[in-house]
Structures are given as structure tokens and as C-alpha cells.
């Protein structure tokens, strides 16, 4: 894979040239605080290692290194329980990525995790057959086989509106 990783501060590191990226450590450098991740790469003979943002490393994880094509007809899905009542989104889904991380993410035309920097809990994929899939932790269930089934169980987890006091509560 061609391609460069470079934060704000830091030299321009080739893609290739990355041996290990420590993503566990949060350093407060003399760069200032914040959460950065160490990335060790290979300069001539010697291993070396900058210090990036974690989010400029966390977008490469992302980066797709192969793209495999969707099956014709398959949706990424959306399911919003921001309201009282669930809804759906859905955007088509082009291709799978395998990433960087070795993660397979889905493709839409926005980009990956449809241009996402964090997915969100609520996704699902559509298959072509009509069965949906759980793309991200949604409700502890990896499948359901039609929308009015994901739209129930999604209904637990909307916010319930208030209850209105009646007069006689008020004046009480």
C-alpha cells in the first residue's frame, strides 16, 4: 500500500515503512497534552518512532487496503432512536473495505463507515434478500429478518415522552 501518515508537527512517515503502532499509549508530550499514539517505523537501519494524534492514526486504521464489491441491492442501514418513534435511513452500500487494522468495514458512496469518523451503534446491512445484519453492537442481536422486526425492537431504546401533569395534580 503507497501512501504517507503525517500529523500536525511530525515528518511525512511512508505507509510502508510502519513496523508497530502502539495505540494503547495516551502521552502528554512537550507537544502539549492530548491523546497521541506512538508509531514506530524503520529509517535505514535504525527503528524509530514519532508521535502522532491519535485521531490521524485512528484514520489510518480506517484506510482501506482492498476493496471487495457489495452484492447489488445491499443497504447500510440507519435505525434513530433519538426520537420517540424508531426511523430508518439508508444509503446503498458499494463495496466492503478491508482496512489497515484488519477490520472489514462497509463502503458507501460517502466513504467508509459511510464517512464516519465513529459508527454509529445503530447500524445495520441490508442484504439483498431482505435479512439484516448487525454491523455495530445494535440491540445484542446479530440478525433480523425484516424492518418491522428491527423497528420493534428498537422502540425500547427511543426516549418516552413526559407525562403532562393534569390540573388537579398542579393545584394539589
Given at each position: 500500500?503507497?501512501?504517507?501518515?503525517?500529523?500536525?508537527?511530525?515528518?511525512?512517515?511512508?505507509?510502508?515503512?510502519?513496523?508497530?503502532?502502539?495505540?494503547?499509549?495516551?502521552?502528554?508530550?512537550?507537544?502539549?497534552?492530548?491523546?497521541?499514539?506512538?508509531?514506530?517505523?524503520?529509517?535505514?537501519?535504525?527503528?524509530?518512532?514519532?508521535?502522532?494524534?491519535?485521531?490521524?492514526?485512528?484514520?489510518?486504521?480506517?484506510?482501506?487496503?482492498?476493496?471487495?464489491p457489495a452484492e447489488q441491492g445491499a443497504q447500510l442501514v440507519y435505525v434513530g432512536t433519538h426520537d420517540p418513534e424508531p426511523w430508518i435511513t439508508r444509503t446503498p452500500?458499494?463495496?466492503?473495505?478491508?482496512?489497515?487494522?484488519?477490520?472489514?468495514?462497509?463502503?458507501?458512496?460517502?466513504?467508509?463507515?459511510?464517512?464516519t469518523t465513529e459508527p454509529a451503534v445503530g447500524w445495520w446491512v441490508q442484504m439483498a434478500d431482505g435479512s439484516l445484519h448487525a454491523a455495530v453492537g445494535c440491540f445484542d442481536v446479530s440478525r433480523v429478518d425484516d424492518e418491522a422486526a428491527l423497528l420493534e425492537m428498537a422502540k425500547p431504546h427511543c426516549p418516552q415522552p413526559k407525562e403532562e401533569?393534569?390540573?388537579?395534580?398542579?393545584?394539589?
Amino acid at each position: 500500500m503507497t501512501g504517507f501518515l503525517q500529523s500536525y508537527g511530525t515528518p511525512a512517515i511512508a505507509i510502508n515503512a510502519i513496523t508497530c503502532i502502539d495505540r494503547s499509549a495516551k502521552l502528554n508530550t512537550a507537544r502539549g497534552s492530548g491523546t497521541y499514539r506512538k508509531v514506530h517505523y524503520t529509517r535505514g537501519e535504525n527503528g524509530d518512532f514519532f508521535e502522532f494524534y491519535a485521531s490521524d492514526v485512528d484514520a489510518l486504521m480506517k484506510r482501506p487496503v482492498q476493496l471487495l464489491p457489495a452484492e447489488q441491492g445491499a443497504q447500510l442501514v440507519y435505525v434513530g432512536t433519538h426520537d420517540p418513534e424508531p426511523w430508518i435511513t439508508r444509503t446503498p452500500l458499494i463495496a466492503w473495505a478491508l482496512c489497515f487494522d484488519g477490520s472489514i468495514r462497509p463502503v458507501t458512496p460517502a466513504g467508509v463507515d459511510d464517512d464516519t469518523t465513529e459508527p454509529a451503534v445503530g447500524w445495520w446491512v441490508q442484504m439483498a434478500d431482505g435479512s439484516l445484519h448487525a454491523a455495530v453492537g445494535c440491540f445484542d442481536v446479530s440478525r433480523v429478518d425484516d424492518e418491522a422486526a428491527l423497528l420493534e425492537m428498537a422502540k425500547p431504546h427511543c426516549p418516552q415522552p413526559k407525562e403532562e401533569a393534569t390540573t388537579a395534580e398542579v393545584n394539589a
